[in-house]
């Protein structure tokens, strides 16, 4: 009778039931996210669009719940980039494809591709640490280019452009094509941006902080796209600031290490 082979440790204990939940969430982001691919297929774009969108929420959840549980994991980690990659890279390539890129003579395809492609590259470097010493760090309270979600969402402006005002202007591959190209650089550029997972709020103004979240819950159910469109707009003038605050912080930290 053989015996059996002694199995590590680590590897016999599996996913333990604290790792279950935040693992769900980032599945259940994944499935989201190529729902959204399913209702453009269907030319269902405010769907599309939403279900994208919602995976950015649960995307959001996840490490949270995970850290609350004490249930990180390598496991988890690994599911996540590849959640993120498919939700916030392949989906919304799609969807813009199928939306507006399709009608491009040749090339359409490409910028398609650029945006997953880029959102990949992104999430690599970020797994690999790649260049960690000389990028912007989380703990200093940036993120290095834009996040994921965020430059998924970024990419469907000229759709809410769209949405709102009804102009087919906005659906011109000529207005979306360079925009792509333009929130894909976003995602892999070494451009220090604000992380908010590192701000603080001060007690004085934590009431304020809770009312102005429930406003905007507000604001998203009554009129969503517009409400989007500002969102965008505020983020991406922030950007210039978290540029000009990091070279900021960098130079204090250069300065200290002297």
């Not at 922030?238 to 204090?252: C, D, E, N, T």
């Amino acid at each position: 009778m053989r015996q059996r082979r002694a199995i590590p440790r680590g590897l016999r204990r599996g996913i333990t039931l604290r790792m279950v939940a935040p693992n769900a969430v980032t599945a259940m982001a994944l499935c989201f996210g190529l729902t959204g691919v399913r209702y453009g297929i269907s030319g269902e774009w405010e769907r599309a669009v939403l279900s994208i969108l919602i995976a950015g929420v649960l995307d959001g959840l996840d490490g949270r719940i995970a850290r609350l549980l004490r249930g990180e994991s390598r496991f988890g980690a690994e599911l996540d980039s590849l959640s993120d990659s498919i939700a916030f890279g392949v989906a919304p390539a799609l969807v813009l494809y199928l939306w507006s890129l399709h009608a491009m003579p040749k090339f359409g395809w490409i910028f398609a591709l650029a945006h997953a492609l880029s959102c990949a590259l992104r999430l690599a470097r970020f797994n690999a640490n790649i260049d960690a010493d000389v990028q912007p760090h989380k703990s200093a309270g940036f993120l290095t280019g834009v996040p994921a979600p965020a430059g998924a969402g970024l990419a469907f402006v000229p759709l809410y452009l769209w949405l709102v005002t009804g102009e087919p202007l906005f659906r011109e591959w000529y207005v979306v094509a360079p925009w792509t190209a333009f929130t894909a650089f976003l995602m892999i550029s070494s451009i220090a941006t604000y992380s908010w997972s590192a701000l603080r709020l001060r007690k004085r103004i934590r009431l304020e902080a809770i009312a102005l979240a429930g406003l905007l819950a507000a604001l998203l159910i009554t009129d969503p796209w517009l409400t989007l469109l500002v969102l965008c707009a505020l983020y991406l003038s922030l950007i210039p600031f978290g540029m000009m605050s990091y070279a900021k912080v960098r130079g204090q930290r250069s300065g200290e290490g002297q």
